[in-house]
């Protein structure tokens, strides 16, 4: 008897702009390697990997930035109606669709009982949606969609008219999927992440690997939900870390890991710190390179640490560091200036320079004046760190969307679409479009100062 057939899919983004600065569907891969404990065969179709094989033949690909980063292929399409006032050109990026029915045309001739779908950024449906609406012409299977978009915006996920998994937690999956269409899996006693593996083997090629070793972030920022999606921090044995870089390195041949964990250097004594000593120990520092894009926790950083990040070959180090002005005490207390010298200071001392450091400096908060972001992108120069200025965008569900809804600056109501960052500036009463661009702009006087 043929074995269940599962098909992950990870779907087009459409966006006026998307660049694959290390995007990679972890989620769905440890949805694969759950399913693949419980028996299931599962394959995979990542419409995002630039580093597809059958891709690679078919479109141009841009050549990569650095260390595997890189642009996207993409075509114009039309604009969904709600967004005909924007006057940019709207894209869809990934694979061309007709080689995505080829790949769907080839898993149907094997048999698929099941296909699951992903999601992220909530403004980004349209892309899953037309995703979807390709499989359900080329395939004959129930269609599960799950990720951050359904989990923050079921009323919207729901007309997709997929089967909606809700839950961040993967033991419930046997139970729904028996329930949902009569199937008689086992309800194993499983770990997912402290367990098991994402499931890079399902790729034939990739340009890295990006891994989790850590769930969760103890901080409460106002414009962050990390905190709520996981009731406590949770962390992934130091060797069972290893083991994923040493293997995932070696059959996929890639040189760069990238950590995208939302708060690795919380309780570092007892996980980063071990693991950074164990990677120099191995050697992998020799062979690899390691990024932390996701902006770790300035506070939290020490001389050790910082040196420990050197030895070990990490080339992409990013902080936190949002505004400058009194909103960094009323969102969240997770930095000050301060902490912000410092850490650049002991990153400067162990070896760092602006190449490798930057911070994230967030615009358009609610609150936030012009000011306050041209007082941050000074204390980066002065500190002698790169930068990169981020467009705030309003996340359901946040304690800062919460606030605007309260106090009528939003309905709470708005399609996903509406709050892009790109988007917001154009309808909002916050900053102008004239103002971004003005902060966009001294930003990039200011970084020239970085070079000298």
Known sequence: ??????????????????????????????????????????????????????????????????????????????????????????????????????????????????????????????GYFDTISVIKEELDAPIFFGGFFVRNQPSV???????????????????????????????VDIDWFTQLSPAYELYEKVGYVVLLTTLGCPYRCTYCIAHRNWERMRFKPVELVLEEIEKFSEILNVQDIVFFDDAILVNAENHFKPLLKEIIRRGLNKKLRFHLPNGIHARLLTQEIADLLYEANFKTI??????????????????????????????????????????????????????DVMNAVDVCV???????????????????????????????????LLLNNTVLPYWWKNMSVEQIQFLKEYGKIKKAELSL
Do not use: C
């Open 318 to 371: 990013k902080l936190g560091y949002e505004t400058a002005g009194k909103l960094q005490r009323t969102t969240g207390d997770k930095i000050r200036d301060e902490d912000l010298l410092r850490a650049a200071r002991i990153l400067k001392n162990a070896g760092f320079t602006h190449k490798e450091v930057s911070a994230y400096i967030m615009v358009n908060l609610p609150g936030q004046t012009v000011e």
């Open 157 to 187: 996920a729901k007309r997709s008219g997929t089967i909606l998994f809700t839950h961040t937690d993967l033991r419930y999956l046997p139970r729904f999927l028996n329930r949902t269409l009569g199937w008689e899996l086992p309800e």
């Open 1 to 126: 008897m043929r074995r269940k057939r599962i098909l992950l899919v990870n779907p087009w983004i459409e966006d006026f702009a998307a660049y694959d600065f290390w995007l990679k569907p972890v989620g769905l891969l440890y949805v694969g390697s759950f399913l693949k404990t419980l028996g299931l065969e599962v394959t995979l179709i990542d419409l995002m990997n630039r580093y597809d094989p059958e891709l690679q033949s078919r479109v141009k690909v841009p050549r990569d930035k650095f260390y595997g980063t890189g642009k996207f292929p993409h075509v114009e399409i039309a604009k969904p109606p709600i967004l005909s006032f924007m006057p940019r050109k709207y894209k869809r990026y990934g694979m061309p669709e007709e080689l995505f029915r080829e790949k769907l045309r080839r898993e149907r001739e094997n048999g698929v009982d099941a296909v699951f779908v992903t999601s992220t950024l909530t403004y980004w449906y349209p």
């Open 382 to 416: 002065d500190a002698g760190i790169d930068y990169s200025i981020n467009e705030f965008t309003p996340i359901v569900g946040t304690d800062i969307w919460i606030e605007l809804v309260n106090k009528g600056l939003l309905t709470g109501r708005e399609d996903p």
